[in-house]
Nanobody
Framework: QVQLAESGGGSVQAGDHLTLSCKII????????LAWFRQAPGKARKGVAG????????YIDDSVKGRFIISQDNAKNIMDLQMNNLKPEDSAMYYC?????????????????????WGLGTQVTVLS
């Protein structure tokens, strides 16, 4: 069981950039899937990026490919989501999620939204 805390959200203009950070509190040395999900009002929650703590897996959803970059700093237990060229449709609550497992478990967990550990979220608003 880990605890997660997101930061870095805000209100920006279209075309701007933001970097979200997720502080991971707990031991993930056994191998964890980490992911960023987002949920806009009236829409289902969707995974937009994922990574495994041991490497070997990195996922970016097609809707943000070429604009978003996911990274992790294992020494600091931080996962970041760098978001470039933001669009109004990127506006949503962004959540950090974690789930113990192997790298091969991460994609199915994103697709099926099976992550068990969640942060409280950070709001991103992109103005046109």
């Amino acid at each position: 069981q880990v605890q997660l805390a997101e930061s870095g959200g805000g209100s920006v203009q279209a075309g701007d950039h933001l970097t979200l950070s997720c502080k991971i509190i707990g031991d993930v040395s056994a191998g964890y899937c980490l992911a960023w999900f987002r949920q806009a009002p009236g829409k289902a929650r969707k995974g937009v990026a994922g990574i495994h703590t041991g490497g070997g897996m990195r996922y970016i959803d097609d809707s943000v490919k070429g604009r978003f970059i996911i990274s992790q700093d294992n020494a600091k237990n931080i996962m970041d989501l760098q978001m470039n060229n933001l669009k109004p449709e990127d506006s949503a609550m962004y959540y950090c999620a974690a789930q113990p497992g192997a790298a091969t478990d991460c994609m199915p967990a994103i697709v099926r939204d099976e992550y068990k550990n969640w942060g409280l979220g950070t709001q991103v608003t992109v103005l046109s």
